[in-house]
């Protein structure tokens, strides 16, 4: 996209890459749940990670079908449901479009917006070594980041293998989701591994992660207080304002330990597939 550069006194001009958003209809057995802006791109993972986190389905295979169909106005995921319960789906309908990422957009009481997370399983151990080495993991693999410095990242890291997957996303949320479709898709255990966020840890995230079913969150922005009490009662490891030299713990953090510290080589992750 064309723009025009004012630094130091100085005029220019140049091409600079920015993100796309656009309306994004999400829609249960022909009838529109939710509309949110979005990325376009990863959308079938959006479908099935939106379906995920907001409790439509319990698994992937809950969705018989997914159609993107896109139109000059924006794209429509029509999914048809295996068990469809109309009734539940119109008591969570969404009837507003949402802003980008919105993640609490049409919710309709106060009950709704601070719905209790999935207790998550015990998980496993990570030392401070792995937290950092996961966090600095997926700088290089924000492609469109890179390009646009406009777009949140959410990825699931393995000290075995990595970064397993990295979505992007203008939205925060839409890249949990996204992830968790990606996740879902491919049938990796959440509960062994740790979602590492670059944006705000807000209740939501919280929220779809324990709908995931990881128990350990990193991030490099701060949660807020509201977040810390749901990932604290849904047993979830919460590590944010995570920086070169550090991290802070705020919840469970008898999940990560000094103890057998290894040193963890950044994975080569440049031929990898995300």
């Given at each position: 996209m064309h723009r025009e550069i004012w630094r130091d006194g100085l005029h220019s001009s140049?091409?600079?890459?920015?993100?796309?958003?656009?309306?994004?209809?999400?829609?249960?057995?022909?009838?529109?749940?939710?509309?949110?802006?979005?990325?376009?791109?990863?959308?079938?993972?959006f479908a099935i990670g939106f379906?995920?986190?907001e409790g439509v389905v319990r698994s992937a295979a809950d969705i018989k079908s997914v159609d993107l169909v896109r139109s000059h106005n924006g794209v429509e995921l029509r999914m048809w449901l295996a068990h469809s319960d109309s009734r539940r789906l119109s008591e969570r309908r969404r009837h507003i479009a949402g802003p980008t990422g919105c993640g609490l957009c049409g919710i309709e009481s106060l009950a709704e917006s601070v719905r209790p997370a999935e207790?998550?399983?015990?998980?496993?151990?990570?030392?401070?070594?792995?937290?950092?080495?996961a966090m600095q993991?997926?700088?290089?693999?924000?492609?469109?980041?890179?390009?646009?410095?406009a777009v949140h990242a959410a990825a699931?890291?393995?000290?075995?293998?990595?970064?397993?997957?990295?979505?992007?996303?203008?939205g925060r949320h839409?890249?949990?989701?996204?992830?968790?479709?990606?996740?879902s898709r491919d049938g990796v255990a959440a509960n062994d591994g740790i979602?590492?966020?670059?944006?705000?840890?807000?209740?939501e995230m919280v929220q779809k992660t324990s709908m995931i079913g990881a128990s350990v969150i990193v991030s490099v922005s701060a949660p807020t207080a509201l977040a810390v009490r749901v990932a604290d009662h849904a047993g979830i490891t919460l590590a944010a304002i995570a920086r070169a030299d550090g991290f802070e713990v705020f919840t469970r953090g008898d999940r990560i330990s000094s103890d057998h510290l290894a040193d963890v080589d950044l994975p080569?992750?440049?031929?990898r597939n995300l």
């Open positions: 140049s091409e600079r890459p920015v993100p796309e958003e656009t309306p994004v209809a999400v829609v249960y057995d022909g009838s529109t749940y939710a509309v949110m802006m979005a990325t376009p791109e990863d959308l079938e993972d379906s995920l986190t207790i998550v399983g015990e998980g496993r151990k990570f030392t401070p070594r792995q937290i950092m080495v993991s997926i700088l290089p693999l924000q492609k469109l980041n890179i390009e646009t410095r699931f890291w393995q000290s075995s293998c990595g970064v397993v997957a990295l979505r992007e996303d203008v839409n890249a949990l989701d996204k992830l968790a479709g990606a996740l979602v590492v966020l670059t944006s705000r840890v807000s209740v080569d992750t440049s031929h």
